[in-house]
């Protein structure tokens, strides 16, 4: 299989099935995808390592909590086939015996492989907001972010998933960035994407943060991530598609258009 290699190869944006934001479940456990990534000739849909996870919400620590395995079944909304996990950070570190403390809190990333009958219905934009540009800085305190999260708790009320809020803080030496939006992430939108004000792709939604400041959450910085995956694991290659659709960074309408 040969993944689409230009922006004319990949579903139309209005009616591809698969993208940033489809509900992905593993296990049952439902999060939300952030990006499309590929490598080999094979497309990839990014979700939190968390979401295969098989121990408590409290258990965040990437290298001493436990995990389902590589090759386990994920069932991705919109395609046809069950994808397949290929990645997960935590097993990663744990394979490696990694040992910085700020990289087992914060390295949160996992990859679906797409089925080959299901790449043809993937676009890889994020929906309402375009982009991702490619992968970029959150920036500094008071940056301006954007995210679409998809949590069933909504029911289904897609004009409540396009979000837009501030970065606050950083955490972990750069692991990590706390952010606030008008509406925080809620349980089921861990491992949604955000992006910067320039449309490049910035982190993962890892946590909701209940202290020190409370309705806020843990964002995953995703330039480190990928670059731990590079360097730990047989993906050296892996790239995030940029979108096929320009990057809009109008919070309204994102809603008007979900």
Known sequence: LLAPAAASAWAPAAT????????????????????????????????AAHCSGTGGQTETNGCTSGSLPLGTAVEVTGAGHPGTLVYNSWLTMQERGETDPDT????????????????GSVNPSVPGFGGPTGVGAAGGAG??????GNSELRGGITKLSPKQ????????????????TLTPGIPGDSGSGFLNAQGAAIGVLSTLQLAPLPATNGVGDLGRELAYMRANSAFTAMRLVPGTEKFKPN???AILGA
């Open 16 to 47: 591809a099935t698969i993208h940033p934001g489809v509900q992905v479940f593993t296990a049952g456990a439902q999060c939300t995808s952030n990006f499309v990534f590929e490598e080999g000739g094979n497309v990839y849909l990014g979700q």
């Open 251 to 253: 919070l309204v309408e």
């Open 104 to 119: 087992c809190a914060y390295n949160d990333l996992a990859l679906i492989r797409i089925d080959p009958a299901d790449v």
């Open 143 to 148: 940056a301006t972010v954007y995210s679409y």
């Open 165 to 180: 809020g501030l970065v606050l803080q950083e955490e972990g030496g750069g692991w990590s960035h706390t952010v606030a």
